[in-house]
């Protein structure tokens, strides 16, 4: 049984993502120097050094803007694709197409009728399943990546840190960090959801049963 409920975890996530950007514009020290990015660097040796304080801005305004629209995209889908309160409203209106004392005729023409209205309503599950699988996925590597090349960039002095540049500048353990505990959170929303449609299926197929 589902404790917390997906729109309540993709919700909680986008203002999450909010209030990131918001630290990444006003005060990043906050994210980059906060002690969950410190510990997981430090258990993982991900111990590249420090952007500086002169570098900081145009980066980290960049990534607020990417979360800022991550954000928003995920909070627009959330108030225009119908939640699974429309399924169950949806039963009442169901039950009457599955009545064999009905004409031939009009079984005919409702025969399929039932099928279109399940997808129709399960449409966001099959919208979310596939998002948060995808971002599970992407969060996921670019966590490996970074863990993968830990070794090969422990640059000896700040200039040459500077000068990295490319995918190499995302060996970071602020990059791992969020990188990593994304994967975890659409991990969790990925499970949630399943489960979700799960239940909602099998109490459609039970009522179908019944009726």
Wanted: proline content about 4%.
């Amino acid at each position: 049984m589902v404790l917390i409920s997906s729109k309540t975890l993709i919700q909680a996530h986008a203002v999450l993502l909010l209030v990131i950007a918001g630290y990444l514009v006003k005060n990043p020290e906050a994210i980059t120097d906060s002690d969950l990015v410190f510990m997981l660097g430090e258990s993982l040796n991900i111990n590249y050094p420090s952007i500086s304080s002169a570098q900081k801005s145009n980066p980290f305004t960049f990534c607020a803007v990417l979360l800022f629209v991550e954000a928003v995209i995920d909070l627009v889908l959330l108030s225009n694709i119908p939640f699974h309160e429309a399924l169950d409203e949806a039963l009442p209106f169901i039950r009457p197409l599955r009545n064999g004392n009905l004409p031939a005729e009009d079984l005919r023409v409702l025969e399929t009728l039932p099928e279109y209205i399940t997808k129709s309503l399960t449409v966001y599950w099959n919208v979310w399943v596939a998002i948060s699988g995808c971002r599970f996925l992407v969060y996921g590597a670019i966590a490996f990546f970074v863990y993968a090349g830990r070794g090969e960039y422990m640059l000896s002095s700040y200039t040459s840190a500077v000068a990295t540049s490319g995918l190499n500048s995302l060996k970071h353990r602020v990059v791992f960090s969020f990188g990593f505990m994304e994967m975890m959170i659409w991990f969790w929303i990925f499970s949630t959801l399943r489960d979700e449609r799960q239940e909602r299926l099998t109490k459609l197929l039970e009522d179908a049963r019944e009726n």
